[in-house]
């Protein structure tokens, strides 16, 4: 049997992506970390393939937004290059270069009629700022940003009504400095890791005060990577490593970005323990006083948690000492990410927003499923029938759909991603897009789900197949 779910009028039905992973390297005036990681360790990057030349965004995307209207895309979601548009990073002082080419682009966007969300900071963190401050560590470095983000307002704030400071700012302080999976790749730095959660927050609130100083017609957010943390059981040592990861790695930036202030136990345990952030009464107001217009939140799968084991591993200190993942044996796994496929956690993220955080207006910022060789699933025409990446979006609608008709304030669904793009040191071993991308000749094709995605759009409604 099937039902028809009916979303409200006006309701986004988009993609995300990001100029760090689509643009190339072509016209830009800085490396960014990811380009020097790139740079320096060729071999970590799968199929040695980087971000030199990615999707070509730079050159496609006219032709890339005519396919995002063919797929009834009415919004879309990407980043302003710190490395592209500033010239003098020092300054804030912009590249004539880079501001052609993002005017250029918010013209084709506008002329396609799709709504331009633009994110300031994507993991791309000009090298340079790395090298010489310490990147993040720094609180000269949120003076810069500080003034990248008042030089793209200035520039493009009378074209484009939504904003967004940062993309996944946890996985900044998570990948580069807890466990090594991202440029710098250290490993058990806890304590510059705080710092590094503290100053993003701070540099998110200034930009944020730099845009309402500004007075311009549009609103601000951030993009938040919520993975909410199950319980291994209802003991009470389980639920408290489960509070203590989802305060760590959710609400260090969910509460300072709606509430203004940062989770109170999380400031206990860190005082407690003597490695707290160095902060500023002045800086706590900045804080305080500029929280976002609006959320996005990216959702791809949970966490698993339980009581740790064995804290005491732990001599310098590490979020680990408090909780430690398990897997939950009955999990549906997506064997070629390694992800648990759990569509029940966007109700409740869903729900958690609306009833803790003042049901604040929110949107899916991503939400995706990255599969590993494609190709054998090539029609003669060149299409892709991703019916697996159909069948998640729709158990993953339907939950959220059931949070909205229960009152959850969600304007928006943008998977990532439009067209498949470059994925860090996974380049493109996993695609996720709407539209497929030949990197021989980048040849763009609409894949099955691109075709599905432009019917749900333009009757504003999924229809899922229901067991009774």
Request: charged share 30%.
């Amino acid at each position: 049997m099937e039902q028809k779910l009916q979303f409200p009028e006006g309701f986004w039905w988009g993609a995300a992506s990001s100029g760090p992973q689509t643009e190339g390297w072509y016209g830009k005036r800085h490396e960014n970390v990811m380009d020097y990681w790139y740079r320096n360790q060729r071999n970590d990057f799968f199929d040695g393939v980087g971000p030199d030349v990615a999707s070509d965004f730079y050159h496609h995307y006219p032709e890339d937004f005519r396919l995002m209207k063919e797929i009834g895309l009415n919004s879309f979601r990407t980043s302003i290059q710190w490395s592209r548009l500033i010239k003098d990073l020092e300054t804030g002082e912009p590249d004539p270069e880079g501001v052609e080419f993002y005017r250029n682009l918010i013209a084709e966007a506008k002329k396609n009629g799709i709504e331009l969300v633009l994110n300031l900071h994507h993991f791309d963190l000009p090298a340079e700022l790395l090298e010489k401050y310490g990147g993040w560590q720094s609180k000269h470095v949120v003076d810069l940003y500080e003034k990248f983000a008042r030089t793209a307002f200035e520039l493009f704030g009378d074209d484009v009504k939504y904003w967004t400071t940062f993309n996944e700012p946890m996985v900044i302080p998570e990948a580069g400095w807890l466990y090594g999976f991202h440029w710098p790749k250290l490993t058990g730095k806890g304590k510059e890791a705080l710092q590094i959660m503290y100053n993003i927050n701070l540099a998110s609130a200034k930009a944020i005060q730099a845009y309402r100083d500004l007075e311009k017609d549009g609103e601000i957010g951030i993009i938040l990577n919520l993975t909410p943390s199950y319980p291994r059981s209802q003991s009470e040592e389980d639920l408290k490593a489960a509070a203590f990861a989802d305060d760590f790695f959710n609400n260090s930036f969910l509460d300072p970005a709606v509430k203004g202030k940062f989770p109170e136990h999380l400031v206990e345990v860190i005082e407690k323990d003597g490695v707290k952030w160095d902060e500023t009464k002045e800086e706590l107001e900045t804080i305080a006083n500029n929280t976002v217009d609006f959320l996005g939140v990216n959702y791809y799968h949970p966490k698993r948690v339980m009581a740790p084991s064995n804290p005491e591993k732990y001599p310098d200190w590490m979020p680990d000492k408090y909780y430690e993942e398990w897997e939950w044996p009955e999990a549906r796994i997506n064997p070629y990410r390694g992800w648990e496929i759990y569509p029940q956690a966007m109700y409740d993220i869903a729900k958690n927003v609306q009833d803790n955080y003042g049901n604040i207006k929110w949107f899916v910022s991503e939400n995706g499923m990255g599969v590993e060789g494609e190709e054998k699933y090539r029609n003669a025409d060149g299409s892709i029938d991703d019916d697996y990446r159909i069948e998640f979006y729709k158990e993953h609608l339907a939950q959220l759909h059931r949070a909205m008709e229960e009152g959850s304030n969600c304007f928006g669904y943008h998977p990532w991603t439009a067209m498949d793009c470059w994925s860090w040191n996974n380049a493109y071993k996993n695609r996720y897009g709407f539209i497929g991308i030949d990197l021989n000749d980048q040849k763009r094709t609409i894949k099955k789900s691109g075709r599905w995605f432009k019917a749900v759009s333009d009757e504003n409604a999924v229809t899922i197949e229901t067991e009774e």
